[in-house]
């Protein structure tokens, strides 16, 4: 009933942008935080970006802050991952995430605070 659908990944060079977009559907999360985490081949799934129910606060991952900008659409139910100056330490999987807990005050970077989760879409930099 709730799934929410990565999209937006692929093959670019190094220097290069892409946007990634995830949709939910069966219902809303315009009340809920949402994030992005990516896991590489070898390594554990880490923190990208997070951002607060209204859209009013975000939060960033050290190695992203400056590049990656994210954002969301709530009249349409759209969650967005801008990413800038691409590097082939950016290749990836990529998730996006929702939160468990409606109307949350803070903006969560550690993953068990999310209870929703997508399929993944892949990201590849090459050099």
Not at 2 to 8: D, H, M, R, T
Not at 46 to 68: D, L, N
Not at 87 to 102: F, L, N, Q, R
Request: aromatic share 12%.
């Amino acid at each position: 009933q709730v799934q929410l659908v990565e999209s937006g990944g692929g093959l670019v060079q190094a220097g290069g942008s892409l946007r990634l977009s995830c949709a939910p559907s069966g219902r809303t999360f315009s009340g809920y935080g949402m994030g992005w985490f990516r896991q590489a081949p070898g390594k554990e799934r880490e923190f990208v970006a997070a951002i607060k129910w209204s859209g009013t606060s975000t939060a960033y991952a050290e190695s992203v802050k400056g590049r990656f900008t994210i954002s969301r659409d709530n009249a349409k139910n759209t969650l967005y991952l801008q990413m800038n100056s691409l590097k082939p330490e950016d290749t990836a999987v990529y998730y996006c995430a929702a939160d468990s807990h409606p109307y949350s005050v803070t903006v969560s970077v550690h993953q068990d605070t999310y209870n929703y989760w997508g399929q993944g879409t892949q990201v590849t930099v090459s050099s």
